[in-house]
């Protein structure tokens, strides 16, 4: 399986997607709160607050909630501010990870962020350690029943997509930065409803895992994306269906 759609693959086999812990709404608005106040209210002006406003959506989330994120991060409500990091580090089998944070008490999140590594075979890494393997670049999938490989080939490069790949059940689908939005828009107004959507941190290698370093970072994955300062998990780990069949049985 690929290496980019790793972990949205297996949290889907093992059934341990954020809304069924209850963290989704959480770490949206928080996402929301932060790109606002960074770059303004305006969904239209700010690329990043366009995208999360997207994944509320996308998640059902009312407009409410996403007006008063919105309205927090511009100081037009009161709200917590909060402080972003991008902690670098290294998991089971060499694995490299970006692991983003908002948190509004950096000394307790790095603690309680180091103390999820240690107990998984990982271990926190200096700053630059990591970093350098990764790009950020726009991934979408889109099911494989919705779309033959030219007419989505030819549809997201036309958008201004540079790669697309066969991972099995579905294509990938990857875009500079910039062309992210306009590829998904097209997508849509052609009739398909990709399954993920985001900017992302790709990796330029990838590590295949099998055995206990597998099982430990699919635990280590799931502690990290649980913390409720933890937006976003990025990691350059591949792990065979066989074993994520074995890994999902096994609880």
């Known amino acids: 399986m690929s290496g980019h759609s790793k972990w949205a693959t297996i949290k889907h086999k093992k059934g341990a997607a954020d809304a069924r812990r209850g963290k989704v709404f959480t770490k949206i608005i928080k996402e929301m709160t932060v790109a606002a106040r960074i770059g303004g209210g305006d969904i239209d002006a700010n690329p990043r607050l366009r995208t999360a406003v997207a994944a509320a959506k996308a998640e059902n989330m009312p407009a409410d909630n996403i007006k008063r994120a919105i309205q927090k991060g511009t100081g037009e409500l009161p709200g917590a501010s909060f402080e972003e990091s991008i902690f670098e580090a290294y998991g ?22 180091r103390h999820i590594f240690s107990k998984n075979g990982g271990n926190l890494g200096e700053h630059g350690c ?37 991972d099995g059940s579905q294509w990938e689908v990857i875009t500079p930065p910039e062309a992210f939005h306009t590829v998904t828009e097209k997508l849509k107004e052609a ?14 290698t990838n590590v295949k895992l099998t055995g206990k370093p597998a099982a430990q970072m699919v635990r280590l994955m799931e502690e990290l994306e649980d913390h409720e300062d933890v937006q976003h998990v990025h990691a350059n780990f591949e792990i065979e269906d066989a074993e994520l069949h074995e890994l999902a049985k096994a609880g």
């Open 191 to 204: 009739g398909m409803t990709p399954a993920s959507a985001e900017l992302t941190m790709v990796a330029q």
């Open 130 to 166: 990591v970093a350098w393997m990764f790009h950020k670049k726009g991934y979408i999938t889109v099911p494989k029943e919705q779309a033959d490989e030219d007419t989505l080939l030819t549809l997201a490069t036309d958008a201004g997509a540079e790669d697309m790949r066969d």
């Open 92 to 113: 089971p089998g060499g694995v490299a990870l970006l692991v983003e944070v908002a948190t509004d008490n950096r000394n307790r999140t790095i603690s309680e962020i």
